[in-house]
């Protein structure tokens, strides 16, 4: 079954709130989230990202995305679309992610630093 991206823009808490996911063309099968908020000071930060499916351990690898869309590169495409969002849609420099200590090396990976309890990222140096 192929998946698509979808985007959904609304307004929340003196903000905009930007709903990236992948699901099934029905929209029935909801495979991957991210929700990215830009708020009103202007400040990019992804609330939230999960990938659903059975869980499979990290370096083997499922034999279908049906099976288990986890270790797919979804998350990492969500993570790249938000970035592209707040660099070239709303032209701001910096991204942050609020990560615990299990997750820093995900994001570390993709070029995000630690800055107090936030894991930030230049988006224009990315671009």
């Known amino acids: 079954e192929k998946i698509y991206l979808f985007r959904e823009d609304y307004s929340a808490s003196d903000g905009k709130e930007i709903f990236l996911s992948f699901e099934n063309k029905n929209r029935t099968k909801l495979y991957s989230l991210l929700r990215l908020r830009i708020s009103s000071e202007n400040k990019a930060i992804i609330r939230e990202i999960h990938t659903y499916g ?74």
């Open 54 to 127: 059975q869980l499979h351990p990290i370096g083997e690898s499922p034999t279908s995305l049906l099976i288990s869309p986890q270790h797919k590169g979804l998350g990492k495409r969500l993570i790249k679309e938000a970035e592209k969002i707040t660099g070239k849609e709303y032209n701001l420099k910096n991204i942050s992610v609020i990560a615990g200590i299990g997750a820093r090396d995900y994001f570390r990976k993709s070029g995000y630093k630690l800055k107090d309890t936030y894991m930030v990222k230049n988006v224009r140096k990315a671009s």
